[in-house]
């Protein structure tokens, strides 16, 4: 039996837009899955996160806000990615890119981007 995967999404923000809406679609249903899913917000804008938490899907504020949180937002989404066994990374928009693949890479975990 394959073992279960545990994919972290990552994403600058939850607020109302075209990014975070198609994040939601696609949790709808990737929650039915096998896998478990997660989802990372950089920031601390969490408007949508009500929409995510009620699929099953937990949600994780970095707190990050703006440039000298740099290493604070890069080391706390590093123990996230740990903390939950995650096996995979998926990033949305550029931000989430440099954060987690760099992240993900130092865990020593694959990640993939969508740019919408």
Do not use: W
Not at 37 to 43: F, K, S, W
Not at 75 to 92: E, F, P, W
């Amino acid at each position: 039996m394959a073992r279960q995967q545990v994919v972290l999404h990552t994403v600058p923000s939850l607020h109302v837009g075209g990014v975070n809406k198609a994040l939601i679609v696609s949790l709808a249903e990737l929650a039915k899955g096998p896998h478990r899913h997660l989802v990372c917000v950089l920031g601390t804008n969490l408007l949508l996160a009500p929409e995510v938490e009620a699929l099953g899907v937990p949600v994780v504020s970095l707190g990050h806000r703006g440039k000298r949180d740099l290493f604070r937002t890069f080391y706390r989404l590093r123990r996230q990615i740990r903390a939950a066994g995650v096996t995979i990374v998926h990033n949305h928009q550029l931000l989430s890119r440099g954060y987690g693949g760099i992240a993900a890479r130092s865990c020593g975990r694959p990640s993939v981007v969508s740019l919408h």
